[in-house]
């Protein structure tokens, strides 16, 4: 029992109590920044990794979770007039839409409620009509370029292309200050442990079983009483969840969002973070999400235009040679120590 | 139990069933053959939501099947195999027999880890011989062992009704032997139809046999009665009536 949660333990603590202490504010705020990324990688390691769900639009869950958030955030800065840049676009009246995201509860609410519902809706329509695979990927992509759109075009709601930056507080706090950030990323890194034991635990009930069945022969489940839709549709949406949430912990850790930051590219970009850490493992996916945020910040001070190029070769490099990514070399590595040490 | 009337099913028109009646009473074991094409496997699909039939009813306990989805049929009690078998190769095969064994669970008890073997699991991992297997993945079974998992996800199901696709199709001699017995002792608590081409199989495990030619019923009867019937040794294996049954079509 213990042994089994050793590594957990160790990562835990590491990562609430070394982390704080050794990293300075900014490279702590970096880490937050990855660990919100980890949360969505958590959710297609769940999705895809286990349900064979390939989503290509996660950023679309993330966005609405951060919209939610910003929304909150900019109408408490406001203190009940209008938020900076509907000033400027002109906007003489507070739109109906944003009303109640004054309220914190609400707008913490649906930065996982929108999520999930919008996944449920999706899911039901598609996963009935037995759409998945390259389909399903797609039609997920095709979300994430039709969110952008429509974030750019509602500039007085949303934004426009700039999003929405310049928060000043949350819940009172003083979110230039390094103790706020410090609070902001204890709570990310628990928010993520919380949420990676839960995901465990599912994995290894006996829906976890399920869900790989579904991925593995959908059309085999169907013949022993259950219905694959649902069981999608749920996994799905408990993803969508999680990438909302993580949306709705980057904003005030990051302090802006904006469609660069939700759209196709984006939303790749954390598909192949959970492919080079390993989608069939959950700890892989979490990995993937922050060695490649590393990566991409080391990579980026240097050579700025490089990281594209090496993150495109990284991802055929581990698709080639090491389809199960970082954790499955770990798991092989592992495997063969053991078996040595048993010779 | 499982009754078809005037069922027909046309694919780009082509006429896969036409017209077949079937009536199979509760406790047979029925076995199903005809030549390839002759519509057995669309039947299976028929009764089992796969396949829509154009026009007939299909009724199961006094229950109409048609237009009901795969997975609602299989919760009345009618389990199915396919010729080709499906088993889920990362799960173990403990991890398939339970995994059959709680489809009738709604889905947030499913959310708890399973603790020990239930006993429908264990009942069928006896009667299929899989014990030693129990915590192995079903990735590195045998073919035979494949067909007999299946058969036992079946069985932890607890169905009214098995519907088995040509299950000892590509077993080695005592594979067969060994599904035949299993397929006997199954038959005893349950309603059975089996699709099967093996002749010599037949012969040794089945009781009552229904034709199927070309979409239609040709023939009902005991092995004897139909091995012999002109019409049978004519349209299924395209001998001379003297000529006995022995061969694979």
């Known amino acids: 029992m213990i042994k089994r949660h050793l590594p957990f333990a160790t990562v835990a603590v590491i990562a609430l109590v070394a982390a704080p202490l050794l990293l300075e504010p900014f490279r702590l705020g970096l880490l937050a920044k990855y660990l919100c990324y980890a949360i969505v990688a958590l959710g297609i390691g769940l999705a895809w990794g286990k349900g064979g769900m390939l989503t290509l639009g996660q950023g679309v869950f993330f966005g609405l979770g951060g919209y939610s958030m910003a929304m909150y955030l900019k109408l408490t800065e406001a203190e009940g007039g209008l938020p900076d840049f509907m000033v400027w676009s002109g906007v003489e009246e507070l739109p109906a839409l944003w009303v109640p995201f004054a309220n914190p509860v609400f707008a913490l609410s649906m930065a996982v409620l929108g999520p999930v519902v919008l996944a449920v809706v999706l899911g039901t329509l598609v996963f009935r009509q037995r759409v998945r695979g390259a389909y399903f990927a797609i039609l997920t992509q095709a979300l994430a370029a039709a969110m952008v759109i429509l974030l750019v075009g509602q500039q007085g709601l949303t934004g426009g292309t700039n999003g929405m930056t310049n928060f000043f507080e949350l819940f009172g706090q003083d979110l230039a200050e390094d103790s706020t950030q410090r609070g902001l990323y204890l709570v990310v890194a628990g928010v993520l442990g919380v949420l990676y034991l839960a995901t465990r635990q599912l994995v290894n009930s006996r829906y976890g079983r399920l869900l790989v069945a579904v991925r593995d022969g959908e059309d085999r489940v169907r013949f022993l009483g259950y219905d694959p839709a649902l069981v999608k549709t749920v996994t799905f949406a408990a993803s969508a969840g999680m990438a909302g949430l993580a949306g709705a912990l980057f904003v005030p850790v990051v302090g802006i969002i904006s469609p660069a930051l939700l759209g196709v590219v984006p939303s790749l970009e954390l598909v192949v973070a959970v492919a080079v850490g390993g989608r069939h493992v959950l700890a892989g996916a979490v990995l993937g999400a922050v060695v490649m945020g590393y990566a991409k910040t080391a990579f980026s001070e240097q050579f700025a235009d490089g990281w594209l190029y090496l993150q495109g070769a990284l991802f055929i490099v581990v698709m080639t040679l090491a389809s199960k990514g970082i954790a499955g070399v770990a798991q092989t590595v592992a495997g063969r120590l053991r078996s040595a040490r048993a010779t | ?249």
């Open chain 2, 1 to 249: 139990m499982l009754e078809l009337r005037d069922v027909q099913v046309a694919f780009d028109g082509f006429r896969a069933l036409d017209g077949v009646n079937l009536t199979v009473p509760e406790g047979e074991l029925r076995f199903l053959i005809g030549p390839n094409g002759a519509g057995k496997t669309t039947l299976i699909d028929v009764v089992t939501g796969l396949t829509r039939p154009a026009a007939g009813s299909v009724r199961f306990a006094g229950q109409d099947l048609v237009g009901r989805k795969e997975h609602q049929i299989v919760r009345l009690g009618v389990g199915r195999t396919f010729q080709t078998s499906v088993v889920f190769e990362e799960l173990t095969v403990v991890e398939n027999l339970d995994l059959a064994a709680s489809f009738r669970e709604p889905l947030w008890a499913l959310t708890r880890r399973r603790k020990g073997v239930s006993e429908a699991v264990a009942e069928s991992l006896a009667r299929t011989g899989l014990e030693a297997l129990a915590e192995r993945p079903a990735g590195v079974l045998s073919h035979g062992q494949r067909q007999w998992l299946e058969i036992g996800m079946l069985l932890a199901q607890r169905p009214r009704l098995l519907l088995l696709d040509e299950p000892v199709a590509g077993m080695s001699k005592d594979e067969r032997e060994r599904t035949g017995e299993l397929l006997t002792a199954i038959a005893a608590d349950h309603t059975v139809v089996v699709v099967e081409h093996d002749m010599d199989f037949l012969r040794r495990h089945a009781s009552t046999v229904t034709v199927l030619h070309e979409g239609r019923v040709l023939v009902e009867g005991s092995v004897d009665e139909v091995s012999v019937d002109p019409r049978v040794q004519e349209v299924y294996l395209g001998r001379r009536a003297d000529d006995t049954v022995g061969e694979r079509s």
